[in-house]
């Protein structure tokens, strides 16, 4: 059993459609996502000999519901039950782009928060804190239950260098290398642009009141979304051509923890160093 738990935002979506797919000598279940049916997944797709990969960020927690990191140490222990001697692949991402990547998920959802309003940092309020962006204490309760058998990736290198990256993916997982060349072009889950991020958010609101008024049709309803002239349809598809505008930028106070970002950043690199040693143990 091989288990690809998230992060979120760190190129899953990527990975869950053009590459786990197309690996040979493994099975994959994971896409769409599975929500309440992992166990029975699992039943149906395991076969004698046959590894089996299963893929889901939400294994790694629910990043909206306040309590990600408590939810990522509950799933992540239960697994280490479930599958004894599994092999885990995370992935990790910058600091400043994932939170900021994550804000816009959050907006895509529907969400209506600012920027500064969904991250807690510091303070009780916000619903992801500076403890959901602890990657280090994430690391170390996966090496904890899995030693010597996590695979840390980076949504960086994929972009950057996915070449080595998959040659390591698919030794780790024991499979043929899978050549880039290969895969489907494009891009998956293009975020939207700073100008369309604050107009979502908006028109999230607009969605909001239109709820608690029971005669109007809302602006997330299904013929809307079929023609892209949801609020996410519109920002991330017809709206597009209008540019990215100004990025959205951290407040000062997320801003704060720069440092210990840097540390915790150290953290992951150490961790991907550690791969080849870890395909080569087995």
């Known amino acids: 059993m091989v288990l690809h738990v998230g992060l979120h935002k760190t190129a899953t979506s990527f990975l869950q459609r053009r590459v786990f797919p197309r690996l040979e000598g493994i099975d994959f279940a994971g896409y769409p996502p599975m929500g309440g049916q992992t166990v029975k997944l699992v039943a149906r ?7 089996l990969l299963l893929s889901d960020e939400n294994l790694s927690g629910h990043p909206f519901r306040g309590r990600w990191i408590q939810e990522f140490e509950e799933s992540v222990r239960g697994l280490s039950l479930l599958f004894p001697g599994a092999r885990v692949v995370v992935g990790f991402r910058a600091h400043r782009s994932w939170l900021v990547s994550v804000y816009k998920q959050y907006l895509n959802k529907g969400g209506t928060l600012t920027l500064r309003e969904f991250l807690g940092f510091g ?17 170390d309760l996966l090496e904890e239950l899995f030693p010597g058998r996590v695979f ?4 960086e290198e994929i972009a950057e260098a996915p070449a080595p990256f998959m040659e390591d993916l698919c030794a780790f997982l024991g499979v043929p290398v899978l050549e880039v060349a290969a895969l489907p072009a494009g891009r998956e889950n293009v975020g939207a642009g700073g100008r369309q991020a604050r107009l979502l958010r908006r028109l999230n609101g607009v969605d909001a009141m239109l709820r608690k008024a029971v005669v109007l049709p809302t602006l997330r309803n299904r013929i809307f979304e079929r023609l892209s002239l949801d609020p996410r349809g519109l920002c991330q598809r017809r709206l597009a051509a209008l540019g990215p505008g100004r990025p959205l930028a951290l407040p000062p106070e997320v801003e704060a923890w720069a440092a210990a970002w840097e540390r915790d950043w ?3 690199e150490a961790a991907r160093a550690r791969r080849g040693a870890i395909i080569a143990g087995g």
Do not use: K, S, Y
């Not at 009780?124 to 990657?135: K, L, T, W």
């Not at 840390?152 to 949504?155: A, E, I, K, N, R």
């Open 45 to 51: 797709r395991a076969r004698p000999g046959v590894p």
């Open 123 to 139: 303070r009780p309020a916000g619903i992801v804190r500076e403890e959901d962006a602890a990657f280090g204490r994430r690391l």
């Open 152 to 155: 840390v990736h980076t949504q």
């Open 266 to 268: 150290a953290r992951v």
